[in-house]
């Protein structure tokens, strides 16, 4: 008779609760399990993956050790948080990940009571886990704060503002730094194991705390002395010396995939009056699967995928993406102006400076995930006479708004700021949708604000942002391939507020801001063939304003619609704040604003977030057969009920 097999253990497994009842012996299956299962939903959906296999057996053994969800387990950005969903109750839901209506691809306090905290921009996880720790202490509920931080989040500023504050927390914060690219990390093994597990002892500790009561009945500079002397003792052997000065106890390095040394250090630090600790554990990005290790960028975001084979699924041949024309096209120009120069905040191949590096490793500057001081050096590069172009995502730029303002607005330096992913991104969903970037950089005097239509008119504003030595100027363009459109063999400059007209109408009149264009045209073929005679127009500039082409547009047509791929406060409020002044609105015009709603989007295909956003030709149709419906009464021919 053959034996059935065994069910596997992950399959008995709903929460963590679950979990805390295996014993020791088996949690080297279950993570074995837990790493297949993570592999196999992003095959199937895509998303992060290298980030999510280095944790595996950090994500078990910390459910394992700690009372999650009265723990608080916070993931700083979220990117590895996949095996944490699987065992939080999450796992008949994982292959909706980043899908309309599914998983978010970050933690997300309303998916689950096991996301205490939103996550997707990096360094905020020991600010959070320390408000979670200091709450609990201060209402006398057990509870600690537990902040997973990556070797990268760790090059933020925010990172150390929130450990500088975390003495107040004692033994209720507990930060485990996850070092995966060995950037802070002495040899791991089995000394460094026995050391970690020794110092986070209760024994070590009592004695380290009687020591301490001890030298307190001595003289001040002795008990400093001796105090300083254990201290840069085991800094010396373990490498924590940093970590020490800002106020916290340093465990480590630890293995992190070897649960043997990994449980009985957390147990420890979980049972300590000591505190705050933090735990630095040893991790390889991509663990466990063999394409994924091999990778160079250890698959940190991927397409959908072949688990056996490793291999992405492949988009088939397009444009080029907006990303790439940015960074060719600003090579090419430094290639005559040394002048000219990138920065970038940990992003250098999602922005296209990556390109621009290649050809000029000199002059291309990757801060890490550092935007405020991104913007403040190209500020400090502008006022000494270069052309700094700062490429950040949309999302990202708002961590960096004050230096926007102070350091470069009121200064009125020449900084040019590149803005990739602006408007709706899919599947990172609402923490890095760019929708905010035309409201929080057209209201600063002084600036410019450009956006491409196209891929063309992006190689034309690269080049104008170049030239313009006035003032700030900005450029928005959003993520993925471009529509198809020649690019310019070269680029021409184009007048600083000034728009165009793409199509000439009599009735109705489409004044688009930036990639909307396409609907824009789309929607005028579907108005001219009910009789409404449509211009359509690219202001290219939310400010300065072309003043003269909207006054013409508004006084020349029964209906104008202003369209922009952002949230209120932009374009379309700066249009109508120059017809009110100008007593335009007056004078009877119907005049529409179309922009994002006043609410956050969750993650979907774009085309579907536009359509759900109303920004599609479809809504521009029916915006402008309401409006004329509105001044006549009746329902114009065509218009939805």
């Known amino acids: 008779m053959t034996d059935l097999p065994e069910t596997p253990l992950l399959d008995t497994v709903s929460t963590p609760a679950d979990l805390r009842g295996l014993k020791p012996g088996q949690l080297r299956?279950?993570?074995?399990?837990?790493?297949?299962?993570?592999?196999?939903?992003?095959?199937?959906?895509?998303?992060?993956?290298?980030?999510?296999?280095?944790?595996?057996?950090?994500?078990?053994?910390?459910?394992?050790?700690?009372?999650?969800?009265?723990?608080?387990?916070?993931?700083?950005?979220?990117?590895?948080?996949?095996?944490?969903?699987?065992?939080?109750?999450?796992?008949?839901?994982?292959?909706?990940?980043?899908?309309?209506?599914?998983?978010?691809?970050?933690?997300?306090?309303?998916e689950s009571e096991y996301d205490p905290f939103g996550a997707a921009h990096s360094s905020t996880s020991i600010s959070a886990a320390l408000g979670f720790a200091v709450a609990n202490k201060l209402a006398d509920r057990p509870g600690k704060g537990i902040a997973v931080i990556g070797d990268g989040a760790m090059s933020a500023g925010m990172a150390y503002e929130a450990m500088n504050n975390a003495e107040q927390a004692?033994?209720?914060?507990?930060?485990?730094?996850?070092?995966?690219?060995?950037?802070?990390?002495?040899?791991?093994?089995?000394?460094?194991?026995?050391?970690?597990?020794?110092?986070?002892?209760?024994?070590?500790?009592?004695?380290?705390?009687?020591?301490?009561?001890?030298?307190?009945?001595?003289?001040?500079?002795?008990?400093q002395s001796l105090g300083k002397a254990e201290e840069y003792t085991r800094g010396m052997v373990t490498g924590g010396t940093l970590f020490e000065e800002l106020g916290f106890y340093y465990v480590g390095p630890i293995d992190g995939h070897n649960l043997d040394h990994l449980i009985p250090v957390l147990e420890n630090v979980r049972d300590t009056e000591e505190g705050p600790i933090l735990v630095h554990v040893v991790t390889k990005k991509g663990k466990g699967y063999a394409p994924a290790e091999n990778a160079a960028d250890k698959y940190h975001g991927v397409q959908r995928f072949d688990v056996i084979t490793g291999a992405q699924a492949k988009a088939p041949p397009g444009p080029p993406s907006y990303q790439n024309v940015f960074g060719e096209t600003l090579a090419k120009l430094a290639d005559a102006d040394e002048r000219i120069c990138a920065i970038t905040a940990a992003m250098p191949s999602g922005t296209g400076v990556d390109k621009f590096a290649k050809a000029h490793p000199d002059r291309?500057?990757?801060?890490?995930?550092?935007?405020?001081?991104?913007?403040?050096?190209?500020?400090?590069?502008?006022?000494?006479?270069?052309?700094?172009?700062?490429?950040?995502?949309?999302?990202?730029?708002?961590?960096?708004?004050d230096q926007v303002v102070h350091d470069v607005a009121i200064q009125?330096?020449?900084?040019?700021?590149?803005?990739?992913?602006?408007?709706?991104?899919?599947?990172?969903?609402?923490?890095?949708?760019?929708?905010?970037?035309?409201?929080?950089?057209?209201?600063?005097?002084?600036?410019?604000?450009?956006?491409?239509?196209?891929?063309?008119?992006?190689?034309?504003?690269?080049?104008?942002?170049?030239?313009?030595?006035?003032?700030?100027?900005?450029?928005?363009?959003?993520?993925?391939?471009?529509?198809?459109?020649?690019?310019?063999?070269t680029p021409h400059l184009l007048e600083?507020?000034?728009?165009?007209?793409?199509?000439?109408?009599?009735?109705?009149a489409i004044l688009s801001l930036g990639t909307r264009l396409a609907e824009a045209l789309k929607a005028a073929d579907v108005l001219d063939a009910k009789g409404l005679s449509t211009t359509v127009a690219d202001l290219r500039f939310a400010k300065p304003l072309d003043q003269a082409l909207i006054r013409k547009l508004l006084t020349t047509h029964e209906v104008a619609v202003t369209i922009e791929e952002a949230a209120v406060g932009g374009l379309g409020a700066h249009v109508l704040t120059y017809a009110s002044d100008e007593g335009l609105i007056d004078s009877g015009l119907k005049l529409r604003t179309m922009r994002l709603p006043d609410r956050f989007q969750d993650q979907d295909k774009p085309e579907k977030q536009y359509a759900e956003a109303g920004l599609d030709a479809d809504h521009i149709v029916a915006t402008v057969l309401a409006a004329l419906r509105h001044n006549s009464g009746g329902v114009a021919e065509g218009a939805r009920a």
Request: net charge positive; with cysteine.
């Open 364 to 401: 291309a500057f990757d801060v890490g995930i550092a935007e405020q001081h991104a913007v403040t050096f190209a500020a400090g590069l502008a006022a000494q006479g270069m052309r700094p172009f700062c490429a950040i995502y949309s999302t990202f730029l708002q961590r960096a708004y």
């Open 29 to 110: 299956q279950l993570a074995d399990e837990l790493r297949a299962e993570t592999i196999s939903a992003v095959g199937a959906t895509g998303g992060h993956l290298g980030s999510g296999l280095g944790v595996v057996e950090l994500t078990v053994a910390i459910h394992y050790v700690f009372d999650t969800p009265r723990d608080r387990l916070i993931w700083d950005v979220g990117h590895q948080c996949y095996p944490h969903k699987i065992l939080t109750g999450r796992r008949d839901r994982i292959r909706t990940l980043r899908q309309g209506g599914g998983l978010s691809g970050f933690t997300k306090r309303s």
């Open 496 to 508: 600083i507020g000034k728009g165009r007209i793409v199509r000439e109408g009599k009735k109705v």
């Open 170 to 223: 004692g033994n209720r914060l507990i930060v485990i730094l996850n070092d995966n690219d060995m950037s802070i990390a002495p040899p791991v093994g089995a000394l460094s194991a026995y050391l970690a597990r020794l110092i986070s002892s209760s024994e070590y500790l009592g004695l380290r705390s009687l020591a301490s009561r001890v030298v307190k009945k001595v003289s001040r500079r002795v008990h």
């Open 412 to 489: 009125n330096l020449p900084v040019r700021f590149a803005i990739d992913r602006a408007g709706l991104v899919g599947a990172d969903g609402a923490t890095h949708a760019g929708s905010f970037d035309i409201t929080y950089l057209a209201t600063l005097p002084n600036f410019v604000v450009m956006a491409a239509a196209d891929e063309a008119e992006l190689v034309h504003m690269t080049y104008t942002a170049a030239e313009h030595d006035s003032g700030p100027i900005a450029l928005r363009y959003p993520r993925g391939a471009g529509t198809g459109v020649a690019l310019p063999a």
